[in-house]
Antibody
Framework: QVQLQKSGPGLVKPSETLSLTCSVS????????WSWIRQPPGKGLEWIGY???????KYSPSLKSRLTISVDTSKSQFSLRLSSVTAADTAVYYC????????????????WGQGTLVTVSS | SYVLTQPPSVSVAPGKTARITCGGD??????VHWYQQKPGQAPVLVIY???DRPSGIPERFSASNSGNTATLTISRVEAGDEADFYC????????????FGGGTKLTVV
């Protein structure tokens, strides 16, 4: 069973950059689309974006201008950077394994890491 | 972007059947996936590709998808089933990737 372990600060100041890393163990980082999903406190889930081990990415249009997702296959890790954060970016951030069929424009998330609350506050 | 609509809450007595709906424009033409999220935990995939169950998910969980509504059905509901449930599709016509419904709180009363 693949496991995803997230690391990164739980508090970020407004206007700064939120950075999180997810380490993949118990399975290969190849052949899947590694995703970030967030959940504001008391609210629903929001897909942020994904990266394939090849480096191919897809981002949510609403976050695209501030978002970078990268992958380090040698370390079986993928990372999220969200710049110019505001209080609206306060959320529990999840990393997840995406099963995506790009040609069919279809996908779902079959393994999730434990979420971590990231608070944007001065 | 594509919009999925779920009822905010559903209540059911233990041993009865719970049905949670997910509405969307011609959702029957898309693949629908369902997640269960218990308090303080990450979501867990319980149904994928409309009606398939991952290993380890009880047969009490089933689902269907047709027309403008997808439905998750939980038979013989147990107290431990109480959770938030989210439906999800891929925004195949747009550029929004994964799209989630607003979630339904299942209460076992």
């Amino acid at each position: 069973q693949v496991q995803l372990q997230k690391s990164g600060p739980g508090l970020v100041k407004p206007s700064e950059t939120l950075s999180l890393t997810c380490s993949v163990s118990g399975g290969s980082i190849s052949s899947y689309y590694w995703s970030w999903i967030r959940q504001p406190p008391g609210k629903g889930l929001e897909w942020i974006g994904y990266i394939h081990h090849s480096g191919n990415t897809k981002y949510s249009p609403s976050l695209k201008s501030r978002l970078t997702i990268s992958v380090d296959t040698s370390k079986s890790q993928f990372s999220l950077r969200l710049s110019s954060v505001t209080a609206a970016d306060t959320a529990v951030y999840y990393c997840a394994r995406g099963v995506v069929v790009v040609a069919a424009r279809e996908g779902h998330f079959d393994n999730w890491g434990q979420g971590t609350l990231v608070t944007v506050s001065s | 972007s594509y919009v999925l609509t779920q009822p905010p809450s559903v209540s059911v007595a233990p041993g009865k059947t719970a049905r949670i709906t997910c509405g969307g424009d011609r959702i029957g033409l898309k693949s629908v996936h369902w997640y269960q999220q218990k308090p303080g935990q990450a979501p867990v995939l319980v149904i994928y590709y409309d009606s398939d169950r991952p290993s380890g998910i009880p047969e009490r969980f089933s689902a269907s998808n047709s027309g403008n509504t997808a439905t998750l059905t939980i038979s013989r509901v147990e107290a431990g089933d109480e959770a938030d449930f989210y439906c999800q599709v891929w925004d195949s016509d747009g550029d929004h990737g994964g799209v989630f419904g607003g979630g339904t709180k299942l209460t076992v009363v």
